[in-house]
């Protein structure tokens, strides 16, 4: 008999050992018996003797061999040890769900090989080359690479050249893309040129397709695996590259249960193989800037568009003195001006629904969630008032609940409200709207694109979906609509988002052979920002906040955790942090600070009340052992009526 050890999918930072007649390796999944229910779990040792009587028998083994290779299971047990995250909840988080309940590895469809690889009809450039050629230099140990080119300079093609390399070596190629980074346009780019199986992995697939991408990349079958952050966990035994497009770009932070940031683990399992990292962006994280001056990171820098492209010109609307609604005249001049030329021109605000505020004229009263602290928001397509943050919905009220009289209005606009104030505008110009809303069927955003791709004049709308990926020929023009919020948010980290982003969806403009141009709608024209922005000097400016950052004691500069706890009464939620503060203030370490509790800044959400807990401290190691301590001891603080919490490290947000 041999007692082997087994992870199983729990909050508990503990593993369980369970019997069987002959020994099992580390990585292959069972079946066994947890309390009054049958649960999969993860071998992870076999071992002579264990601390707990009577064990029970392993019901059925379920693969011949590992489904997580030794390289993989080391690197999931590196990522459980830095988030502090339950050993079984992470393994089974990195497996698609058709092996976490427990169903055969098996293919059911492979994929066939893009058939016809088309060459590129251009050379490539003298940065490009140089770039490729320190990558390549080094491509077989671990190094680190910043490739920071901005929009249009050809980033992607250094991706195609280095990763046709490694190919010919025989190894496979990783590229993490952003959620709405991987559009079909990059997925044909990849294939178009890749002598390989390329391998798409999203949110998008079936769960046939995720269990048949996983395993054509754990078989090698796939040469390069293209996908969203959880691509990061993909087995690939031959890997020699791995890519990070747009690596500033949020979506890389697991945002529920399991909080990973597969940029951040993106070292890891490049150091753990030791081959090539490569973070490409348009406009760096701090992060990552720092990593560059630190030497950390090699910065290789691509500063002109490719294809004798230029930079659109940038300009701002000042938008204290207009009183003609969302869109200023100037503005619509100038899309008057491109449309007539038969070009294309975006639109680009980030909300969703028709106005983000229903209210009565004669009191100030304003319809709000009665789950959450936020505003409804009206949606007229189908009538009704809208939750962003639950999803509650009802009828929009007829008269003010407070004063009784019928003078409710909304207030302010979204894409929808914009496409119809667009109508009255442009009577004879297609709108295409491209948000949530409208791309929830499937193959909508396919056919939307298709339409803008056939080059005809039109006007899109879009929410930040557009911000990325997309490469528009015909598009001349970006009007961007609606930032002001960036400026008032309290997210430290606020301003460089909105640099970002304005960078980004700038990029969309004049991607051809002439100059684009983008116009910034605006309330606070003179915030500092837009001198950079406007001038296209994003290093500059993140610089400036780097500097800022560092004299505050700040991320990157500090590191940080956030405890939040959350529940139905407000006062349970609020005394958990206040002992679970007590309880770290005990371990005594004085280089970590701790701030709180206090309450979330949407402090109500689906009827529960969210309360955080800061931690921070120059000191990463300090930082960490605090929380390992502390994970050891929370148990001893008895969770009150129906408290949730769970820890982040590195927040975002
Ligand atoms: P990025 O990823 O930096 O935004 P892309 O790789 O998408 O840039 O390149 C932008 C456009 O320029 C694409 O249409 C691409 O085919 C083209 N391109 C890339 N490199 C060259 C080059 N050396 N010469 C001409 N065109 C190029
Ligand atoms: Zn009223
Ligand atoms: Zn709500």
């Not at 950390?296 to 609307?317: C, D, E, F, Q, Y």
Request: with cysteine.
């Amino acid at each position: 008999m041999a007692i082997v050890e087994v992870a199983i999918s729990i909050p508990l930072h503990r593993t369980f050992d369970y019997l069987y007649d002959q020994e099992i390796e580390a990585g292959v999944r069972v079946k066994v018996s947890f309390g009054a229910k049958k649960v999969i779990g993860i071998v992870l040792s076999n071992k002579d003797k264990s601390e707990f009587k009577k064990l029970k028998s392993i019901e059925e083994v379920l693969d011949v061999s590992p489904i997580l290779d030794t390289p993989i299971l080391n690197f999931l047990f590196w990522a459980a040890k830095y988030y502090h995250h339950p050993i079984g909840e992470v393994l089974l988080a990195a497996m698609p769900k058709n092996l976490r309940l427990g169903k055969p590895a098996v293919i059911k469809k492979v994929i066939g090989l893009p058939n016809k690889i088309q060459a590129p009809d251009f050379d490539i450039t003298e940065e490009q080359d140089r770039a490729i050629k320190a990558i390549l230099a080094k491509q077989n140990a671990y190094h680190g690479f910043l490739l920071h080119g901005v929009t249009g300079s050809g980033k992607t093609e250094v991706y195609l050249r280095i990763t046709q390399e490694i190919l010919n070596q025989g190894k496979q190629v990783l590229v993490l893309v952003p959620e709405i980074g991987l559009t079909p346009q990059m997925i044909s780019r990849f294939e178009s040129r890749l002598d390989t199986r390329v391998v798409a992995i999203h949110s998008q697939l079936n769960e046939t397709q995720k269990l048949d991408a996983y395993l054509l990349a754990k078989e090698t079958q796939a040469g390069v695996i293209l996908g969203t952050r959880s691509a990061i966990f993909a087995p690939m035994p031959n890997l020699g590259l791995i890519i990070v497009d747009e690596e500033h770009d949020g979506s890389f932070k697991q945002q529920s249960s399991f909080r990973y940031s597969a940029r951040d683990l993106s070292f890891i399992r490049a150091k753990q193989a030791d081959i090539p990292l490569v973070l490409g962006t348009a406009t760096p994280s701090l992060e990552s800037l720092k990593n560059a001056m630190d030497s950390k990171l090699t910065r290789l820098t691509l500063a002109n568009r490719a294809g004798g492209a230029i930079m659109p010109k940038v300009s701002l609307i000042d938008m204290r003195s207009n009183f003609d609604g969302a869109l200023s005249k100037l503005l619509i001049e100038k899309m008057q001006q491109y449309l007539a030329k038969g070009r294309q021109v975006m639109l680009f605000i980030n909300r969703r629904g028709y106005a983000p505020v229903y209210f009565c004229t004669e009191c100030g009263w304003k319809s709000e969630c009665s789950h959450c602290n936020a505003s409804m928001i009206y949606h007229r397509h189908i009538n009704r008032l809208k939750c962003h943050h639950c999803g509650d919905e009802k009828m929009p009220e007829q008269t003010c609940p407070d004063c009784s009289q019928s003078t409710l209005e909304v207030y302010g606009y979204g894409t929808e409200r914009l496409e119809e104030t667009l109508g009255s505008h442009f009577p004879d110009t297609p709108i295409i709207r491209i948000d949530r809303d409208t791309t929830r069927r499937k193959k909508a955003l396919a056919q939307h694109l298709e339409k803008i791709n056939s080059g005809d004049p039109c006007i899109i709308v879009g929410t930040q979906m557009l911000a990325k990926g997309h490469d528009f020929s015909n598009l001349a023009m970006v009007g961007i609509l609606d930032i002001d919020g960036g400026f008032l948010s309290i997210n430290f980290r606020a301003t460089e988002y909105l640099a970002q982003l304005l960078i980004q969806v700038s990029g969309r403009a004049g991607r051809g052979l002439e100059q684009g141009e983008v116009v910034i709608q605006t309330r606070y024209p003179d915030h500092p920002m837009f001198n950079y922005v406007l001038s296209n000097r994003y290093t500059q400016f993140a610089s400036g906040l780097l500097k800022q950052r560092m004299s505050a004691a700040m991320p990157p500069f500090a590191h940080q955790a956030l405890l939040c706890a959350n529940a139905k009464n407000k006062q349970n939620a609020q005394e958990f942090l206040q002992e679970v503060a007590g309880l770290l203030k005990n371990i005594n370490m004085d280089t970590v600070e701790i701030w709180g509790p206090v309450a979330n800044s949407i402090e109500k959400k689906a009827d529960y009340y969210y309360f955080n807990l800061y931690l921070q401290s120059n000191d990463r190691s300090a930082l960490h052992q605090m929380l390992a301590t502390f994970n050891q001891h929370v148990d001893t603080i008895k969770l009150k009526n129906k408290v949730r919490w769970y820890l982040d490290v590195d927040p975002i947000d």
